[in-house]
């Protein structure tokens, strides 16, 4: 049901990544472990660069 990442964003700072499916009700929502790297990346591109 769930599926979690931790990822290197600096030196000092890491994001965790946490997916939980409930309910199936979308074809990604099957590889969980997948659907988490899609949502990673997407808050992956939304950060700012680092100072």
Not at 5 to 11: A, H
Not at 14 to 29: A, G, K, N, Q
């Amino acid at each position: 049901m769930s599926c979690g990442l931790w990822l290197g964003v600096s030196d000092t700072q890491v994001l965790s990544v946490d997916v939980i499916v409930m309910r199936e009700v979308r074809p990604e929502y099957k590889d969980r472990c997948m659907f988490a790297e899609k949502v990673a990346g997407m808050v992956l591109s939304n950060l700012p660069a680092a100072n």
